[in-house]
């Protein structure tokens, strides 16, 4: 069964950083890209950023680039998410997902979310 | 960019739904997806590559279109089908999701 289970959120004052887990298990996990998706209070999802099954390729959405990194460390099944320069704005429950093999970035299963709040 | 019309949609049980999901480019492959959320639950797979049904999801659900233009129907509704549903392009980076509509109980 596939499980992905996301951690680091909490309280962060503007300015400040995070470092968002999602620790993976049921699926081979160097096989498969994975990607952040994040949902604010009351809206939409919006796509975060997703990583090729390796590593090597990473896409972020513009306006996120810079203040945002994500990685991966196949060798402990897990997913992080880098946030810098944190703004009220960021306020969000951010979800990781499992994409499908090769370059098939569905997100065919996703972990329940953590949530961030920016605040002072 | 992805437009999703109409932002809601007020039907009863029984009923048919008809969810328009519309792309400014060309979305190669058919890599289009859609995903059902409930109140206070993650997203769940239901549609991807326009048309193909993700595991578990019900045949009540069909998905159609290319290029630009898609649609996902539930031909009849259920009362666990009331949620909301947000189409997603996975083709390009950035991999953009529409704004949602959202099926509520007339």
């Known amino acids: 069964e596939v499980q992905l289970l996301e951690s680091g959120g909490g309280l962060v004052q503007p300015g400040g950083s995070l470092r968002l887990s999602c620790a993976a298990s049921?699926?081979?996990?160097?096989?498969?890209?994975m990607t952040w998706v994040r949902q604010a209070p009351g809206k939409g999802l919006e796509w975060v950023s997703s990583?090729?099954?390796?590593?090597?390729?990473?896409y972020f959405t513009d306006s996120l680039k810079g203040r945002f990194t994500i990685s991966r460390d196949n060798s402990k099944n897990t997913l992080f998410l880098q946030l810098n320069s944190l703004r009220a704005e960021d306020t969000a429950t951010y979800y990781c997902?499992?994409?499908?093999?090769?370059?098939?970035?569905?997100?065919?299963?996703w972990g329940q979310g953590t949530l961030v709040t920016v605040s002072s | 960019v992805l437009t999703q019309s109409p932002g809601t949609l007020s039907l009863s049980p029984g009923e048919r739904a008809t969810l328009s999901c519309r792309a400014s480019?060309?979305?190669?492959?058919?890599?289009l997806a859609w995903y059902q959320q409930k109140p206070g639950q993650a997203p769940r797979l239901l549609m991807y590559?326009?048309?193909t049904r993700a595991t578990g999801t019900p045949d009540r659900f069909s998905g159609s279109g290319s290029e630009t233009d898609f649609t996902l129907t539930i031909t009849r509704l259920e009362p666990e089908d009331f949620a909301v549903y947000y189409c997603?392009?996975?083709?390009?980076?950035?991999?953009?999701f529409g704004p949602g509509t959202k099926v509520d109980i007339k």
């Open positions: 480019q060309s979305v190669s492959s058919n890599y």
């Open positions: 049921g699926f081979t996990f160097n096989r498969h890209g």
């Open positions: 997902a499992k994409n499908n093999i090769r370059d098939d970035y569905r997100n065919d299963y």
């Open positions: 997603q392009q996975y083709d390009t980076s950035p991999f953009t």
């Open positions: 990583i090729s099954a390796s590593g090597g390729r990473t």
């Open positions: 590559a326009a048309s």
